[in-house]
């Protein structure tokens, strides 16, 4: 008998887990406005509003804190980091900074200026803000499959690079300071790229003479599914396809908070001294002295083992394992979920899922309601409410999906926890046509609106 799969890992802390009743969950989300990012983690069973820096960390890094080096200027901690990052990304330079938007604020304020295009692959909502609020602009040029939930296509991360080069010859090659590529594509539903694809973008920022950088934060989920998918790729380790990766790159900013399993931390790593420079004067003004930026000595050091816990193999599979665990429970159900499955979430399809609920009326921001008014479980809508109003009109951005993301903490939840998640939004899924009508905004926020909007039902 073939022994079965088991996690690199067991257990040596536990933490409760909220349990609550139907009432509670009904009265909670009505006063907190049907917005999920306002409630309380004590009102939550089990939460997967994000995968970031919610991991457990292992017995290694707890103990590498208790090593930290708080010295201001040249820590150990700080050495140790950057020893880490050029071992795993090949880039020579970095800058530690508080988590992955601080990274793109330090990035962003030496490379973007008003007027400017940034071409990528569905790029992330801080990204986004960030580009928007320098007054430049983000051009999605992610491949066409990636909008369709039921194509399962092995990377719909990619970069359609048609739409990529139509976008550098509408606009010219001195609007765009460098194109951006998502590892792996959070927006499209954890997606991975090929480095096939990379290679391509490479090629053609060459021959347009632009710099490339990646947004990493799931580089590590990424080179799992490049190496358990990509043709000619299997006889590879994670390290040797995390280093060809970021071949491809000029540089990267990194939420250390995903894929290096810490509860908080960024960077940016870079190959150009020049860069690393002009980038140290920014670093200094919003986040702290070049050697710890955001961050504390003990925090770097917990981050610089976290960089090689996560590119281990055993570790990868583990993670991905679990997330196609709840994936496949809902497909067998005939939940509508986005395929493949992504590297670090699942995503229900709520136009599919409730196609009775008009755009208008929020349907995944309705869905995710439901789900968690059914088992106290906490996804996040990624529709309309986060794609937010058009900077320009005002008037609300549709995007191509409404999806409720799933994201599982790595290293929390046992399958188990899973097979409840699984079984309550089933049970929403059955009763799907009594939610006759979604919600509606009652107050929102200029900017990232998703965060703080109120909503009330219809
Ligand atoms: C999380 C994330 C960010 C922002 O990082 P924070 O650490 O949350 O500030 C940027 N890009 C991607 C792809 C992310 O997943």
Redesign the pocket.
Known sequence: MNLPFIEPYKIKMTEPVNISTLENRKSWIREVHYNLFSLRSSQVTIDLLTD??TGAMSDSQWSAMMLGDESYAGASSYYNLKNAIRDITGFEYFLPTH????A?NVLFSVLIKEGDVIPGNSH?D??KGHIEFRKATAIDCTVNEAFDTTIAAPFKGNVDTGKLEKTILEHGREKIPFILV?ITN?TAGGQPVSLANMKEVRQLADKHGIAVFF?S??FAENAYFIRTREAGQQNKTIREIVAEMFACADGM?M????DAIVNMG?FIAMRSGELYSRASVFNIMFEGYVTYGGMSGRDMNALARGLYEGTEFEYLEARVRQVHLLGSLLKEAGVPVQEPFGGHAVFIDALKFMPHIPREQFPAQTLAVEVYIEGGIRGVEIGAIMADRDPVTRENRFPALELVRLAIPRRVYSDNHMRYVAAAIINVFNRRDTIEKGLRIKTEAPIMRHFTAELERL
């Open positions: 970031s820096g988590q992955g938007r601080a793109e992330f801080t990204t998502t959070n947004d934060a799931r900013t939420s250390s908070k995903k960024g």
